[in-house]
Nanobody, 126 residues
């Protein structure tokens, strides 16, 4: 079965950086778009970034554009989220996700994704 496992979360000071990783297994990774979502305490899960199956197209939430970069390595079955200039409001559990169908991009809604990781906590202190 499809498995997504995130890593790289932690505690960082404001204006610092973190790199999240997501290891995928269970199907042909390079056929599918990938995405990152996050859920802050007391808030709904929200879209952060998405990347096409080839890596040639990326999409970002306005709140992270210019600070976060999504990338993938299809040879290693990995997707990454480089987070720079972190802010306290970036504090959340971050989830890796992938659609069940071979869309170019999974879209910004969580309903477009069928497979989810367990999440990794990111805490940004002020």
């Amino acid at each position: 079965q499809v498995q997504l496992v995130e890593s790289g979360g932690g505690l960082v000071q404001a204006r610092g950086s973190l790199r999240l990783s997501c290891a995928a297994s269970g199907r042909t990774f390079s056929w599918y778009a990938m995405g990152w979502f996050r859920r802050a305490p007391g808030k709904e899960r929200e879209f952060v970034a998405g990347i096409s199956w080839s890596g040639g197209t990326q999409d970002y939430a306005d709140s992270v554009k210019g600070r976060f970069t999504i990338s993938r390595d299809n040879a290693k079955n990995m997707v990454y989220l480089q987070m720079n200039s972190l802010k306290p409001e970036d504090t959340a559990v971050y989830y890796c996700a992938s659609p069940g169908r071979r869309w170019n991009l999974g879209g910004r809604g969580p309903d477009g994704y069928d497979y989810w990781g367990q999440g990794t906590q990111v805490t940004v202190s002020s």
